[in-house]
């Protein structure tokens, strides 16, 4: 049953990896008409952070589909980190486009290219604004079910979307209105500066998941009230957690009754595993068990009781 849910996810991931190329391809495809009937650098801007989108929506498709592999001998953890690497690499692209519409946006300043055909941008912007709600709406639906790291990182480049259509479509009614062209180029320019900072959350996300961050803590705080209420647990220390790719990775020292066998303290700890996995479906959880009491070198005391929880 379990291996059959975790299938399902998988097939999930694959079908919003694949929808998000051929969104972004449409898109492209009819913001490059609107690009060039109007001239418009916003327009143009769009069409770069689409662009960028195809890009790495291929690489979500390609990190989706080498993460799903299941665990060998070689990979015990399985290959989740994949998901992790390709928004590292959607990062730094979405950055690059960011920089490069900036750099447009400041050459125009010296260099102004007259607007046409305005009404046709807002048109096609306002296409692209609803395709791209529907298809974030379906991403944000799968990343929830899925936890895939690759998913939400794409789904972040076409909340950006979101917002530079909108942007774009209220520069253009502006530009149309009252003729007021620099507002195109400023419009860009707060574009490009988004887009960078969208990149470096993207980053800063896949960064820490790769150097094994510990996830936050709502999470820890639903595993140490889970144990809390686990019968027979007597304490627990030097809860580890980590992301390995939409999978949760928990390792944590319980402590009970010196007294019982190992047959008890194994059914209890069967007890303790079988609640975490039912709030996190497929987690790995690695446990220790201590005779409660004992006095020993812990990892909560090595980090100066920071980690006391």
Same mark, same amino acid.
């Given at each position: 049953?379990?291996?059959?849910?975790?299938?399902?996810?998988?097939?999930?991931?694959?079908?919003?990896?694949?929808?998000?190329?051929?969104?972004?391809?449409?898109?492209?495809?009819?913001?490059?008409? @609107?690009?060039?009937?109007?001239?418009?650098?916003?327009?143009?801007?769009?069409?770069?952070?689409?662009?960028?989108?195809?890009?790495? %929506?291929?690489?979500?498709?390609?990190?989706?589909?080498? #993460?799903?592999?299941?665990?060998?001998?070689?990979?015990? *953890?399985?290959?989740?980190? @994949? &998901?992790?690497?390709?928004?590292?690499?959607?990062?730094?692209?979405?950055?690059?486009?960011?920089?490069?519409?900036? *750099?447009?946006?400041?050459?125009?300043?010296?260099?102004?290219?007259?607007?046409?055909?305005?009404?046709?941008?807002?048109?096609?912007?306002?296409?692209?604004?609803?395709?791209?709600?529907?298809?974030?709406?379906?991403?944000?639906?799968?990343?929830?079910?899925?936890? #895939?790291?690759?998913?939400?990182?794409?789904?972040?480049?076409?909340?950006?979307?979101?917002?530079?259509?909108?942007?774009?479509?209220? #520069?253009?009614?502006?530009?149309?209105?009252?003729?007021?062209?620099?507002?195109?180029?400023?419009?860009? @320019?707060?574009?490009?500066?988004?887009?960078?900072?969208? @990149?470096?959350?993207?980053?800063?996300?896949?960064?820490?998941?790769?150097?094994?961050?510990?996830?936050?803590? &709502?999470?820890?705080?639903?595993?140490?009230?889970?144990?809390?209420?686990?019968?027979?647990?007597?304490?627990?220390?030097?809860?580890? %957690?980590?992301?390995?790719?939409?999978?949760?990775?928990?390792?944590?020292?319980?402590?009970?009754?010196?007294?019982?066998?190992?047959?008890?303290?194994?059914?209890?700890?069967?007890?303790? &595993?079988?609640?975490?996995?039912?709030?996190?479906?497929?987690?790995?959880?690695?446990?220790?068990?201590?005779?409660?009491?004992?006095?020993?070198?812990?990892?909560?005391?090595?980090?100066?009781?920071?980690?006391?929880?």
């Amino acid at each position: 049953m379990r291996k059959k849910v975790n299938e399902n996810k998988d097939n999930l991931k694959k079908v919003a990896a694949t929808a998000s190329i051929v969104v972004s391809t449409l898109l492209c495809i009819i913001k490059t008409f @609107a690009s060039v009937y109007t001239g418009s650098l916003a327009v143009l801007s769009s069409l770069i952070d689409s662009l960028s989108d195809v890009f790495a %929506s291929s690489i979500s498709y390609i990190a989706v589909k080498f #993460s799903t592999k299941p665990a060998n001998c070689s990979h015990r *953890y399985g290959y989740g980190r @994949a &998901e992790s690497l390709s928004a590292l690499v959607q990062a730094a692209f979405v950055a690059g486009s960011g920089l490069f519409v900036l *750099y447009d946006g400041i050459t125009r300043l010296f260099n102004p290219t007259p607007l046409h055909q305005t009404t046709f941008g807002i048109m096609v912007m306002v296409v692209s604004l609803g395709i791209t709600i529907v298809l974030i709406s379906f991403q944000k639906y799968v990343a929830k079910v899925t936890n #895939s790291v690759a998913i939400s990182a794409d789904s972040a480049h076409y909340v950006v979307d979101i917002l530079t259509n909108s942007s774009i479509i209220l #520069s253009l009614v502006i530009i149309e209105i009252f003729n007021i062209n620099w507002f195109d180029i400023l419009t860009a @320019a707060l574009i490009s500066i988004y887009l960078i900072y969208n @990149a470096y959350k993207i980053a800063a996300d896949a960064i820490g998941a790769l150097t094994d961050k510990e996830l936050n803590d &709502e999470i820890r705080n639903k595993i140490i009230g889970i144990i809390k209420q686990c019968e027979g647990v007597k304490g627990f220390h030097d809860l580890r %957690s980590r992301d390995l790719g939409g999978v949760y990775l928990f390792e944590i020292h319980l402590e009970f009754d010196g007294n019982l066998n190992l047959f008890q303290t194994h059914e209890l700890t069967e007890n303790v &595993e079988n609640k975490i996995k039912a709030e996190f479906d497929n987690a790995q959880i690695i446990i220790h068990q201590d005779p409660f009491g004992i006095k020993e070198s812990r990892l909560d005391d090595v980090l100066d009781g920071n980690c006391k929880l």
